[in-house]
């Protein structure tokens, strides 16, 4: 079977200030089918513009992007995660259509796709009461928690249906509480949705807490500076000895990376 993602040798540079800046030198890295993989490393270091080549919505400069196989169609970031191709693209802003309700957004992917309204809309129905939702359909964005409006944006990305989720720091915007709360319904994605995710955190204990294997990125120009595969139990808890450990490995790979960049 074919890598959900397979990423090779990937290069990207953006005009600014009047000359070239590398952000990626050669970027590599795959993703196998239901595995849940995190990509981590300092600001700045380019992983968002990774996600946005995976998503189509940039095209790279140098390397290859294959998803099953295939590589990424262009497309536009207008629908916020609606999705295309075989990826569903969350960002860190949730991108709701400030004028449609809760389950009008929801179901954006699906009207895109042709789902007839009835269907999509009993589908994201179903799906905002497992999230907690229930009762929230006709509500605008505007009269949401950040937290509530984040597990909208979840939802409208995995009635997409794709076969990858690339999910670019859904939660960095959230309280600590918050944060919780949604990594908890983000290990439900795993169990009860059998996806394929690709995480982008600059939280490291995140990253161990909910994945199989974490890419450390170095800082810009971005590459791979190390992979470390977590064989550990499942359910994590902060303070198991092996998320302690493989915690502070992790941390001691940034930090040794930020102290080379300013040395």
Known sequence: M???????????????????????????????PGEFVTLVGPSGCGKSTVCNIVAGLVRPDGGTVAVWGESPPARSAATGGAGAGRVA????????????TVLDNA????????????????????????????GFGGA??????????????????LLCRRDLLVLDEPFGALDAMTRGAMQGYLLRLREEFDRTVLLITHDVEEAVLLSDRVYVMAARPGRIRAERRLDLPRPRRSTDPGVVAEKAALLDLLHADMAEAFA
């Open 2 to 32: 074919a890598a959900a993602l397979e990423i090779r040798d990937l290069k990207k540079r953006f005009w600014h200030n009047g000359g070239w800046l590398d952000v990626l030198a050669g970027v590599s890295l795959h993703v196998a």
């Open 89 to 100: 693209y969350m960002q860190q802003k949730d991108l709701l259509l400030p004028w449609r």
């Open 107 to 134: 179901v954006l992917g699906l009207e895109i796709q042709g789902t007839p309204r009835a269907a999509a809309r009993a589908e994201a129905r179903a799906m905002l009461r497992r999230f907690g939702l229930d």
């Open 140 to 157: 605008y964005p505007a009269t949401l928690s950040g937290g509530m409006r984040q597990r909208v944006a979840l939802v409208r990305t």
